[in-house]
């Protein structure tokens, strides 16, 4: 099997455990960056995996202290 090395918001929202509406915010926030193709952000697992690593222990709905990826 191939992991895959993207996934879309859904796919995320699933694979972390984080809501979807919890994730949109984060992108429209500008804390995760994405790859737009059309109307679809594509978030990469790389960044996904960081963003998770440096927010440990963070409240994601207290969105001034959540630390974007860059």
Do not use: C, W
């Not at 992991?3 to 694979?15: D, L, S």
Request: hydrophobic letters at 45%; charged letters at 30%.
């Amino acid at each position: 099997m191939v992991e895959k090395i993207a996934m879309t918001i859904e796919e995320a929202a699933e694979y972390t455990g984080i809501g979807r509406n919890t994730l949109r915010l984060l992108v429209s926030e500008r804390k995760i960056p994405v790859l737009l193709i059309g109307r679809k952000h594509i978030i990469r697992t790389d960044t996904l995996t960081e963003f998770l690593k440096i927010n440990q222990g963070v409240d994601l709905l207290d969105i001034d202290s959540v630390k974007s990826v860059s």
